[in-house]
């Protein structure tokens, strides 16, 4: 007979499992560089020489201009690459993004200001938040749907422009 507290644990972490975002898995060309227009609020996903998915996308809530300091609401530009993914996100998921770098560290720090950081792909907090346009601090937010692909298809490295 089972123990109960293994048959209480084990539906637990079932319905617990269950709760999280849906990552399905991804075997299609590999992703190979993320390019975001931030003025046509789109960011598309390039491998073997073609664009293989495009999103719509929110940016920060002060969308012109690169990202100088922390708390600017601005959306960076530049080169940047994929440096880490968060399955617990408060957003949904998330992906996040090698801002700041050393330059942009130079850059605030000669303001007497930090650069800021925490620069993510990712959904929405609640699904009614995506209804706003340009509402982050600075990350892009795509729906929940799409951070789930977008999740499943990009790799850590993967280079990231991000161009005005």
Not at 43 to 60: N, P, Q, W
Not at 71 to 86: C, F, H, L, Q, V
Not at 123 to 149: F, H, L, M, Q
Request: hydrophobic share 35%; with cysteine; proline share 5%.
């Amino acid at each position: 007979m089972p123990n109960r507290r293994a048959v209480i644990t084990t539906g637990v972490a079932a319905v617990l499992v269950g709760c999280g975002p849906t990552i399905g898995s991804y075997t299609g060309p590999e992703v190979t560089r993320i390019v975001v227009q931030k003025a046509q609020r789109r960011m598309y996903l390039m491998g073997a020489g073609s664009v293989l998915r495009t999103y719509e996308i929110d940016l920060g809530f002060a969308p012109v201009g690169h990202k100088e300091i922390e708390g600017d609401g601005k959306t960076p530009e530049g080169s940047y690459y994929i440096d880490r993914r968060n399955p617990r996100s408060a957003y949904h998921l998330s992906i996040g993004i090698s801002y700041p770098n050393a330059q942009d560290v130079a850059k605030a720090k000669a303001l007497g200001e930090s650069p800021g950081g925490d620069i993510f792909i990712h959904g929405a907090a609640k699904p009614s938040a995506r209804g706003r346009k340009d509402w982050t601090w600075g990350c892009i937010s795509v729906s929940n749907k799409d951070v789930e692909e977008i999740y499943s298809m990009v790799r850590l490295g993967t280079q990231i422009d991000l161009n005005a």
